[in-house]
């Protein structure tokens, strides 16, 4: 099973590895190193938001926004086993426990 790794940083110290599943090759998640601007427990999240129509509109659990442009680390319960295959539009999905 292929790994999609996260690292966790508090400043300079590792505190962390989550497995997710990222964005797909047309709308890659974003790299590098990225400030934590918000974060709650559930968020609404629409796709027009976004530039993707009506796509989709959900709640996502434990939300952690890192871009202005919308780019979310998040619960995705709907994209399970996740680590398996990049296809979200650029979040970061994860177990409800790693989420969390």
Known sequence: MPSHPLT???DDRQVGQVRGS???AQ???RGGTHTVTSKNPAEAMDSQTIGFG???SLKAKW???RTASGTFLHSAPWNQ???VENNSHGCFGMTDADAK
């Open 81 to 83: 086993p996740v680590g």
């Open 54 to 56: 009506d796509q989709w």
């Open 22 to 24: 990222a964005g797909s």
């Open 63 to 65: 939300v952690v926004h």
């Open 8 to 10: 966790l940083y508090d």
């Open 27 to 29: 709308t890659p998640t």
